[in-house]
């Protein structure tokens, strides 16, 4: 079975900051790992994903997320945080060989802005 | 290109009534799915269709939960009788053909239909 976990409900930072959020999955087959973004009211958006290659991603909105499987685990970064960066993160996992458009979905983190 | 269309985008019913909600895929895309997101929790797939065939509905309580995609195109979901429990976002998405090589997972979403039950 897979799953990601989400560490952090609510990440707030302030505009110009580092944003830094966290992802830990668990998956028995070489996973797919994503990133997607909720806006207020609104549906998820990819931000980027990780399938094979370089284990460094780079997203939408100068985001990007790294591939640790030692560590097994997807940050979100982003070197300044903008007031439009707020919003909901989801992390996401998908199975090479178990249907790789399955996506599991982790609990979402939401991201505060201030100015 | 138009996105996924979903309606309606809210609805307020009382238990034990009946809700359906309808969802129209991006052109073209051959898989689509039905997520609920319940408040303060991740997106729950709950059946996930090839064309007009079901490929997984593992997770839809199907004592009172149905959807269907009659054509391959369009679907609706249907919640008969609703619960308080099922108050959440059902959300749409679409992808391309899921094989291999075609496309690597990435799903379109609707913006979703919000169901209040009382």
């Known amino acids: 079975a897979q799953s990601v976990t989400q560490l952090g409900s609510h990440v707030s930072v302030s505009e110009g900051a580092l944003v830094l959020l966290r992802c830990n999955y668990s998956s028995s087959v070489p996973p797919y790992l994503f990133w997607y973004v909720q806006y207020p009211n609104q549906g998820l958006q990819l931000l980027l994903k990780?399938?094979?290659?370089?284990?460094l991603v780079k997203g939408i909105n100068g985001f990007e997320a790294e591939f640790k499987k030692s560590e097994t685990s997807f940050h979100l970064t982003k070197p300044s945080a903008h007031m439009s960066d707020a919003a909901e993160y989801f992390c996401a996992v998908s199975g090479v060989n178990t249907g790789f458009q399955k996506l599991v979905f982790g609990t979402g983190t939401r991201l505060l802005v201030s100015p | 290109e138009a996105g996924v269309a979903q309606s309606p985008r809210y609805k307020i019913i009382e238990k034990r009534q009946s809700v359906a909600f309808w969802c129209n895929p991006i052109s073209g895309h051959a898989t689509l799915y039905w997520y609920q997101q319940i408040l303060g929790q991740g997106p729950k797939l709950l059946i996930q269709f090839q064309n007009n065939g079901v490929v997984d509905d593992s997770q839809l309580p199907k004592d009172r939960f149905s959807a269907e995609r009659l054509k391959g195109v369009d679907s609706t979901l249907k919640i008969q009788p609703a619960k308080l429990e099922d108050s959440a976002v059902y959300l749409c998405?679409?992808?391309?053909?899921?094989?291999?090589?075609?496309?690597?997972?990435?799903?379109?979403f609707g913006e979703g239909s919000r169901l209040t039950v009382l």
């Open positions: 998405a679409s992808s391309f053909s899921p094989d291999r090589g075609a496309n690597t997972g990435e799903l379109f």
């Open positions: 990780y399938t094979t290659g370089a284990t």
